[in-house]
Each structure stands twice: as structure tokens, then as C-alpha cells.
């Protein structure tokens, strides 16, 4: 593990684990996912004053579904607060991507479709740090992306199968 992120070989996921999160002094004992506990969750664990922290006797930084939930939740309820006390704010307006959960292989495929440029033997925390700089540039149409979801729901097809010649209604 370097810098508090999963190397490749980490990347594969728990198998039989259990969460590597104290929680009100007492290590649960819950199985974990393949949700990681990162520098981000760290700083959003702290801000909220989550009574949870990482077991420093852990060999893994996987955690349970059950602390994820929580997590999430306390962030949400703050995206919530914030825009109710001050609609001009736009930090709400930024998406929460955790691009170090993906795999190295899918951080290449993005970097080979955008064509970003990078210098060559990034690890894959520096690949990720690159790509969500680039990430946070791509503007979004808010309305056109989910009505083209939308759409991709009724229609129960993507892009992506008719590109590969798969037909969803011979299915």
C-alpha cells in the first residue's frame, strides 16, 4: 500500500476480511466489501465526528457495507444542509467520484479515451490524482444526461452493446 491508497495487487478485494474500522472503541466484526477507507472518508469521518477509526493493527483498508452506509449518509445529510443554508454555493455542484476505487487497467482506459497526457510509469495513485484533475473538467448537461438515461432505461439498450453488436431485442 502506498500513501494510504490500494496498490494493483490490493485492487483485487477482500476475500474473508472483516472490516478494518474501530467503531466506539470496539473493532467490528462485520465482513468487509470492497469499499476502502481512504484519505477522503478519513477527512469526512473527521469533519462529521464519526466515532470511527481505522485499527491500526489491520492488514487491509477494506470496510463493511454497514460503515459505508453510515459514511455516505453523514455526507449526504451535509451536501443536503449545505445547499439548503446557501443556494450559491457550488462545491454541492461536484460530483463525489473516488476514482481510486477503480481498477489500474480502467484508469488507463479513461486516460486512453480522453486522451489525457501523463508522463509514462504513474502509479496508480498519481494515475487516479491526474485523471480526477481532468475528471472535474468535463462539463456536464445535466438535463440532456438524464433524459438520454432515461431513454436507455425504457429502451432497456446503451451505447455500449450497440457498438459491440449486441441488439437488445433479439434478447
Not at 65 to 73: A, E, L, S
Request: proline letters at 2%; one cysteine or more.
Amino acid at each position: 500500500m502506498m500513501n494510504g491508497f490500494s496498490t494493483e495487487e490490493d485492487s483485487r478485494g477482500p476475500t474473508d476480511q472483516i472490516c478494518c474500522l474501530v467503531d466506539n472503541n470496539d473493532r467490528c466484526a462485520k465482513t468487509a466489501g470492497n469499499a476502502s477507507y481512504s484519505k477522503r472518508i478519513q477527512k469526512t469521518v473527521q469533519q462529521r465526528r464519526l466515532n470511527l477509526s481505522i485499527d491500526a493493527s489491520a492488514r487491509h483498508t477494506y470496510i463493511c457495507d454497514f460503515h459505508k452506509m453510515i459514511i455516505q449518509c453523514a455526507r449526504s445529510k451535509r451536501r443536503r444542509k449545505d445547499s439548503e443554508d446557501d443556494s450559491n454555493e457550488t462545491d454541492t455542484d461536484i460530483p463525489e467520484v473516488d476514482l481510486y476505487q477503480l481498477q489500474v487497467n480502467t484508469l488507463r482506459r479513461y486516460k486512453r479515451h480522453y486522451k489525457v497526457s501523463t508522463r509514462p510509469g504513474l502509479n496508480k495513485a498519481l494515475l487516479a490524482d491526474m485523471l480526477m484533475k481532468h475528471f472535474k473538467t468535463i462539463p456536464v448537461k445535466e438535463k440532456d444526461v438524464l433524459t438520454f438515461f432515461i431513454y436507455t432505461v425504457k429502451t432497456n439498450s446503451n451505447k455500449l452493446d450497440l457498438k459491440n453488436g449486441i441488439n437488445s431485442d433479439a434478447t
